[in-house]
């Protein structure tokens, strides 16, 4: 079908790559009916726009490196990322994800790390969730935590 929704249109991180990965490719020269590239503009729309977007994004960087990191890094951006997840359920309005909060956490256990091979590596193994966090620490439109991300995206294309 022409719908650039994966089959899981609950997790709109998927959904958000899913459809830049559509417009990508009609920027990269495929044909795209225009249905095609509505649907794709609807679900980028509605992906950037879902509070839980940089929750679920963090979170499966986070979970790749489980085991990886330190338990106490991994415990503290999980421990955020409850809280954020607490205060909107509490409060029933959209808040700004606390990213900061976050790259602080990793930013801390990087200049905890003696050796600058170890530390080295700590920077390797982390820049996929670096990478995953710095968007929402630069997004300040209200009510669109994705905005960002969206932004970048296009700019790569």
Known sequence: GAS???????????????ALDKLEGAMSGYALQ???????????????????LPMLEIGEQLSVLSGRIPSSLYSGINKVMEGFRETQKANGIQLRFPA???????????????????????????TPLRDAVVPYTQSKAVGVPGAEKALQSFIEF
Not at 103 to 123: H, K, M, P, V, W
């Open 4 to 18: 650039s929704r994966p089959s899981n249109a609950k997790r709109p991180h998927l959904v958000l790559r899913a």
């Open 34 to 52: 225009k249905e095609e590239v509505d649907i794709a503009m609807e679900d980028l729309a509605v992906a950037v726009a879902d509070s839980s």
């Open 100 to 126: 900061e909060e976050v790259l602080s956490l990793i930013d801390q256990e990087g200049q905890n790390i003696s050796t600058s091979a170890d530390r080295s590596s700590f920077q390797a193994l982390t």
